[in-house]
Protein backbone atom coordinates (compact mmCIF):
# COMPACT_ATOMS: atom_id res chain seq x y z
CA UNK A 1 0.00 0.00 0.00
CA UNK A 2 0.89 3.28 -0.97
CA UNK A 3 2.18 5.94 2.34
CA UNK A 4 0.30 9.48 2.48
CA UNK A 5 0.06 12.20 5.41
CA UNK A 6 -2.82 12.84 6.80
CA UNK A 7 -3.68 16.80 7.90
CA UNK A 8 -6.18 17.42 10.90
CA UNK A 9 -7.36 20.59 11.73
CA UNK A 10 -8.21 20.54 15.15
CA UNK A 11 -10.60 23.44 14.71
CA UNK A 12 -13.12 22.00 12.13
CA UNK A 13 -12.87 18.28 13.22
CA UNK A 14 -14.38 20.17 16.75
CA UNK A 15 -17.18 21.34 15.13
CA UNK A 16 -17.73 18.14 13.62
CA UNK A 17 -18.12 16.20 16.47
CA UNK A 18 -20.10 18.45 18.53
CA UNK A 19 -22.44 18.30 15.27
CA UNK A 20 -22.39 14.65 15.65
CA UNK A 21 -22.49 14.20 19.06
CA UNK A 22 -25.79 15.90 18.95
CA UNK A 23 -24.11 18.49 21.01
CA UNK A 24 -21.79 17.03 22.93
CA UNK A 25 -18.05 16.17 22.07
CA UNK A 26 -17.43 13.06 20.77
CA UNK A 27 -14.35 11.39 22.18
CA UNK A 28 -11.70 9.83 19.93
CA UNK A 29 -8.18 8.41 19.28
CA UNK A 30 -6.63 10.86 16.84
CA UNK A 31 -4.27 8.48 15.56
CA UNK A 32 -6.73 5.50 14.99
CA UNK A 33 -8.81 8.04 13.40
CA UNK A 34 -6.45 9.10 11.10
CA UNK A 35 -4.96 5.40 10.22
CA UNK A 36 -8.71 4.34 9.97
CA UNK A 37 -9.43 7.25 7.50
CA UNK A 38 -5.88 6.33 5.44
CA UNK A 39 -7.01 2.95 5.85
CA UNK A 40 -10.13 3.58 3.67
CA UNK A 41 -8.86 5.01 1.03
CA UNK A 42 -6.08 1.93 0.47
CA UNK A 43 -3.43 3.71 2.22
CA UNK A 44 -0.94 3.82 5.18
CA UNK A 45 -0.93 6.89 7.31
CA UNK A 46 2.86 7.64 7.81
CA UNK A 47 2.66 10.51 9.72
CA UNK A 48 -0.41 13.15 11.11
CA UNK A 49 -0.30 16.91 11.18
CA UNK A 50 -2.26 17.98 13.74
CA UNK A 51 -3.68 21.99 13.80
CA UNK A 52 -4.91 23.43 16.70
CA UNK A 53 -4.89 26.62 19.20
CA UNK A 54 -4.39 26.54 22.88
CA UNK A 55 -7.30 28.25 25.06
CA UNK A 56 -7.37 31.77 24.64
CA UNK A 57 -5.89 33.58 28.11
CA UNK A 58 -6.48 37.02 28.74
CA UNK A 59 -4.05 39.32 30.64
CA UNK A 60 -5.75 38.38 34.07
CA UNK A 61 -6.49 34.83 33.61
CA UNK A 62 -9.34 33.39 35.28
CA UNK A 63 -9.17 29.88 37.31
CA UNK A 64 -11.10 28.36 34.49
CA UNK A 65 -9.04 29.90 31.85
CA UNK A 66 -5.66 28.26 33.41
CA UNK A 67 -7.86 25.46 34.02
CA UNK A 68 -8.68 24.52 30.45
CA UNK A 69 -4.59 25.34 29.31
CA UNK A 70 -3.75 22.73 32.05
CA UNK A 71 -5.78 20.44 30.33
CA UNK A 72 -4.30 21.22 26.86
CA UNK A 73 -1.53 21.04 27.97
CA UNK A 74 -1.78 17.62 29.28
CA UNK A 75 -3.49 16.36 26.19
CA UNK A 76 -0.62 18.02 23.96
CA UNK A 77 2.17 16.62 26.29
CA UNK A 78 0.18 12.64 25.57
CA UNK A 79 -0.03 13.63 22.19
CA UNK A 80 3.63 13.86 21.71
CA UNK A 81 4.39 10.64 23.01
CA UNK A 82 3.74 9.52 19.64
CA UNK A 83 6.43 9.78 16.96
CA UNK A 84 3.78 9.38 14.24
CA UNK A 85 1.98 12.88 15.07
CA UNK A 86 3.22 16.24 14.89
CA UNK A 87 1.57 19.43 16.29
CA UNK A 88 1.12 22.58 15.10
CA UNK A 89 0.29 25.52 17.06
CA UNK A 90 -2.10 28.35 15.81
CA UNK A 91 -3.20 31.23 18.25
CA UNK A 92 -6.53 32.10 19.24
CA UNK A 93 -9.03 34.49 19.14
CA UNK A 94 -11.92 36.68 20.74
CA UNK A 95 -14.27 38.21 19.71
CA UNK A 96 -17.49 39.46 21.60
CA UNK A 97 -20.71 39.65 19.22
CA UNK A 98 -23.80 40.53 20.46
CA UNK A 99 -22.66 40.12 24.31
CA UNK A 100 -21.18 36.75 23.75
CA UNK A 101 -17.49 35.52 23.25
CA UNK A 102 -16.45 33.47 20.54
CA UNK A 103 -13.61 32.15 20.46
CA UNK A 104 -11.95 31.65 16.69
CA UNK A 105 -8.72 29.81 15.96
CA UNK A 106 -6.02 31.93 13.71
CA UNK A 107 -2.60 31.27 11.78
CA UNK A 108 -3.59 28.03 11.27
CA UNK A 109 -3.73 27.85 7.58
CA UNK A 110 -0.60 29.67 7.10
CA UNK A 111 1.05 26.93 9.36
CA UNK A 112 -0.94 24.25 6.65
CA UNK A 113 0.73 26.17 3.53
CA UNK A 114 4.02 25.78 5.03
CA UNK A 115 3.76 21.89 5.44
CA UNK A 116 2.63 20.83 1.94
CA UNK A 117 4.85 23.69 0.47
CA UNK A 118 7.45 20.73 1.95
CA UNK A 119 5.50 18.01 0.34
CA UNK A 120 5.53 17.27 -3.33
CA UNK A 121 1.91 17.39 -4.52
CA UNK A 122 1.18 16.43 -8.14
CA UNK A 123 -1.86 16.03 -10.53
CA UNK A 124 -0.21 12.55 -11.00
CA UNK A 125 -1.05 11.46 -7.48
CA UNK A 126 -4.85 9.80 -8.52
CA UNK A 127 -5.45 8.70 -5.19
CA UNK A 128 -4.43 11.97 -3.09
CA UNK A 129 -6.64 14.18 -5.51
CA UNK A 130 -9.57 11.70 -5.34
CA UNK A 131 -10.69 12.48 -1.45
CA UNK A 132 -11.46 16.09 -3.27
CA UNK A 133 -13.95 14.35 -6.07
CA UNK A 134 -17.28 13.05 -4.72
CA UNK A 135 -18.68 9.67 -6.14
CA UNK A 136 -20.80 11.74 -9.38
CA UNK A 137 -17.13 13.53 -9.82
CA UNK A 138 -17.86 17.17 -9.25
CA UNK A 139 -14.95 18.88 -7.19
CA UNK A 140 -16.20 18.87 -3.07
CA UNK A 141 -16.76 22.24 -1.92
CA UNK A 142 -14.17 24.19 0.47
CA UNK A 143 -16.90 23.82 3.07
CA UNK A 144 -16.59 20.15 2.84
CA UNK A 145 -13.05 19.57 2.62
CA UNK A 146 -12.44 22.40 4.55
CA UNK A 147 -10.05 24.20 2.51
CA UNK A 148 -9.12 27.62 2.23
CA UNK A 149 -9.54 29.43 -1.17
CA UNK A 150 -5.69 29.27 -2.16
CA UNK A 151 -5.45 25.82 -1.24
CA UNK A 152 -9.03 24.98 -2.91
CA UNK A 153 -7.61 26.67 -5.93
CA UNK A 154 -4.76 24.54 -5.60
CA UNK A 155 -6.70 21.31 -5.50
CA UNK A 156 -9.02 22.56 -8.61
CA UNK A 157 -6.41 23.12 -10.94
CA UNK A 158 -4.45 19.58 -10.21
CA UNK A 159 -7.70 18.13 -10.51
CA UNK A 160 -8.79 20.26 -13.87
CA UNK A 161 -4.87 19.08 -14.96
CA UNK A 162 -5.58 15.39 -14.37
CA UNK A 163 -8.73 15.10 -16.15
CA UNK A 164 -7.32 17.25 -18.96
CA UNK A 165 -4.77 14.14 -19.13
CA UNK A 166 -7.36 11.22 -19.05
CA UNK A 167 -5.96 10.35 -15.49
CA UNK A 168 -9.19 11.16 -13.74
CA UNK A 169 -12.89 10.66 -15.91
CA UNK A 170 -14.82 13.82 -15.20
CA UNK A 171 -17.80 11.84 -14.62
CA UNK A 172 -17.84 8.62 -12.63
Excluded at 5 to 22: E, I, P, Q, R, T
Excluded at 97 to 120: A, C, H, P, R, W
Amino acid sequence: MEETLVFMDAGFLSKLSKYFGGGEYLRYNIINFSKNLAKKQNLVCKHIFYYTAPPFQSDDSTKEELEKYRKYETFKNKLLKYKVISIREGRCQRLKIDGKFIYNQKGVDLLVTIDLMSISFDYKDIKRLGVFITEKGKINSSRFSGNCAKHQRIIRELINKARFLSLIPYVR
